[in-house]
């Protein structure tokens, strides 16, 4: 039951990408030389909500609509390197390919499959990174 319920609301948030034009590649392009507000507005409200929804979810200690167990929200570890540096790596990746991570799955789902090259390419930099994870200075 959990999966078809994840299941459901992956395809309504994909198709929800989609149609919003997150994951045009002609909106992603024209974001970064700052020709166009349409991707920072988006981005700009989920970080917004996000923030409200997290804080909200920690200060009235919100439980699973599934299973009816808390949800906890660890703290972020200080430090402002890790973040710096991942954000560049990522932002170049973004860049390059013209997808994040979520729009990938949606751009596949609209049927444009050389996105198959993105998505095993970001898979296998994932398992990397978890290779080298413990390796890595704080």
Known sequence: MKTLVFFSIGVLFGITLYMSEVSSWFRIYEMFPFNS???????????FFGAIIT??????????????????????EKGWKRYLFGGIIFGCGWAI??????????ILGAGFFPILVVIVSATFGTFIYGLIQSKLPN
């Not at 507000?37 to 970080?47: C, E, L």
């Not at 804080?55 to 972020?76: C, E, G």
């Open 37 to 47: 507000f349409h991707m920072y507005g988006v981005i700009g409200s989920a970080v």
């Open 55 to 76: 804080f909200t979810i920690k200060k009235f200690k919100i439980k699973s609509v599934l299973d009816n167990t808390p949800i906890t929200i660890p703290n972020k």
């Open 97 to 106: 390919s013209g997808a994040c991570p979520g729009p990938m799955f949606s």
